[in-house]
């Protein structure tokens, strides 16, 4: 033990830039996620926002009927941007399985083979 502490940092530096690996990945991986759950709050947002404009206009008994029949167009847009959304999710939960693997597999190669 005392070796180790006399030799200083040089071996632990193959830890050090394992974790700083996988620490930059973590890093990528939850800003792409924000990014991700931001964009589809925003279109909600807007959807909402816009949904709300258009209801505020109604002031006679055919444009709430005007406005209740759009409603359907609405859930139907909705309904395909959330399996959209859902699909998008997918992608990023696949991806970053596979990054995380070759972190991880580079990480371990590393830290075996001291290169």
Not at 56 to 72: A, I, N, R, T, W
Not at 82 to 94: F, T
Request: aromatic share 10%.
């Amino acid at each position: 033990m005392n070796e180790l502490l006399a030799s200083g940092p040089a071996p632990l530096k193959p830890w050090i830039t394992s974790l700083t690996r996988t620490n930059q990945f973590a890093a990528g991986q939850l800003e792409k996620w924000a990014t991700l759950q931001m964009d589809k709050l925003r279109s909600y947002v807007d959807l909402g926002v816009a949904q709300a404009k258009v209801a505020f206009k109604v002031s006679d008994p055919h444009s709430l009927y005007d406005f209740v029949d759009s409603q359907f167009a609405v859930c139907s847009f909705v309904g395909h941007r959330i399996v959209d959304d859902g699909r998008a999710l997918v992608d990023w939960s696949n991806d970053c399985a596979i990054q995380a693997h070759r972190v991880g597999r580079a990480n371990m190669l590393s830290l075996l083979f001291k290169d």
